[in-house]
DNA sequence: GCTTGACCTCAAGTTGGCTTGAATTCGTAG
DNA sequence: CTACGAATTCAAGCCAACTTGAGGTCAAGC
């Protein structure tokens, strides 16, 4: 079985040495054993790495990241803690595609502003209304829609 | 014409009054005049403001964000930048649903670790690959990937 | 006329996710 | 043997994006 050390950890996945000792420090990786100080990782350990890259993507924290793959290789969190995740990914996916679509319009549009273009207008109101989404949120109750 | 004062658009859009002024001093949004020291805000904000918290979704910085859609109503930035931005967003759009896919994978799936499930493996190591719907890959590994 | 509540400013603090720098330890190549 | 390069630890620093707190203004209602 082979053994990678940092270095190599950090070539392979585009996450610089420093950000890995990061994760290890706060658990969400970890190496095998030392081989005279240096931390030997495993094959699996690119995985776990792309894993995080993409969650990171997602918009979720390390911590949540954690929960969701495990800090030793399982999740912590109950299954429908898990699809509710999956459903906030779903309808950040619906979203993003609005975004994309309503940047592409932007670009070809030639209305002198935006705001004046019925056409950005629809995009962008459009991208809310998928399936009533229920979003979570930290602040006051919100008494209207945008 | 009907104008909003800060609270009303924080209640219409979620987003904090602390956070709707620290958009106005660096740009992103503007307040038509001020009644009595308080700001006013055109209802056309809080279409603003849905692209300002759909950007951040999609991960783009405060700054980027200015760039797309423009601190005064029009982007700063030439037609073949905003359609990379729209292709970048279409790629990540990619991962998350392969994240997604995973997060439910992982809820259901029974194995000990996920890191022996092989369907596990085929769902994170499928995530990456370009080149558009690329559904069930067989092909050989490219050296150096993960 | 006093209180309340929603707003204001400005400076300082917070959080997450790293990065940087200094000082040190190895193993190998010359 | 010495130098080099790649790793190590630890504390401190950095940035974006806000949040918090102190102290103040204003209009409306009792």
Redesign the interface.
């Known amino acids: 079985m082979k053994f990678l050390d940092i270095g190599e950890v950090a070539a392979?996945?585009g996450v610089k040495p420093s950000a890995l000792r990061y994760y290890e420090e706060i658990g969400l990786i970890e190496s095998l054993f030392r081989h005279c100080l240096r931390r030997q990782f495993s094959v699996?350990v690119?995985?776990?790495?792309?894993?995080i890259t993409?969650?990171q993507?997602?918009?979720f924290s390390l911590e949540e990241i954690a929960g969701?793959?495990g800090r030793n290789?399982?999740?912590d969190l109950p299954?429908?803690v898990?699809?509710r995740?999956?459903d906030e990914?779903?309808e950040?996916?619906q979203?993003?595609?609005?975004?994309?679509?309503?940047?592409?319009h932007?670009?070809?549009c030639k209305a002198?502003?935006?705001?004046e273009c019925p056409t950005f207008?629809r995009l962008?109101?459009l991208?809310?209304k998928r399936g009533r989404v229920r979003?979570k949120?930290k602040?006051?109750k919100?008494?209207?829609?945008?």
Chains 1, 2 share one sequence.
């Open positions: 392979r996945t699996d690119l995985l776990q790495i792309k894993l993409m969650g993507a997602a918009g969701m793959f290789g399982r999740p299954r429908d898990l699809h995740k999956a990914i779903d950040k996916i979203q993003l595609s609005a975004l994309s679509d309503t940047l592409r932007v670009a070809d002198p502003s935006h705001m207008r962008v109101e991208s809310g979003l949120r602040g006051p919100v008494a209207g829609e945008m």
